[in-house]
């Protein structure tokens, strides 16, 4: 049994920092690929920020690239994504996904290609 919770939501004001983590247990959590999205009041889910398995690929969707870093340390089982200059279209509920396939193209930014999900963190940026 695979479980993928998140942490480190919260409010926070415009321009400044908040650090997500995701925390995997049940399986070996150097064997996913994983990723963070997002789902804004209204608004489709929408993909965030992928890593890979060994961390050494990482994609970004254009409106989060050189704000938000994502990262994972495989001995605290652990993803983070760093958020910094946060903007109030930041806000919504984020998710941590992962799946243990191998993902190539526009399988990391697909939400469907994620077998586990968190049960999501919220982020509020006020203006």
């Known amino acids: 049994q695979v479980q993928v919770v998140e942490s480190g939501g919260g409010l926070v004001q415009a321009g400044g920092s908040l650090r997500l983590s995701c925390a995997v247990s049940?399986?070996?959590?150097?064997?996913?690929?994983m990723a963070w999205f997002r789902r804004a009041p209204g608004k489709e889910r929408a993909f965030v920020a992928a890593?890979?398995?060994?961390?050494?690929?990482?994609y970004y969707a254009g409106s989060v690239k050189g704000r938000f870093t994502i990262s994972r340390d495989s001995a605290k089982n652990t993803m983070y994504l760093q958020m910094s200059s946060l903007k109030p279209e930041d806000t919504a509920v984020y998710y941590c996904?992962?799946?243990?396939?191998?993902?190539?193209?526009?399988?990391?930014?697909?939400?469907?290609?994620?077998?586990?999900w968190g049960q999501g963190t919220q982020v509020t940026v006020s203006s």
């Open positions: 890593i890979s398995s060994g961390g050494e690929i990482t």
């Open positions: 996904a992962a799946d243990p396939q191998f993902l190539s193209g526009s399988q990391w930014t697909d939400p469907l290609s994620y077998d586990y």
């Open positions: 049940g399986r070996t959590f150097s064997g996913y690929d």
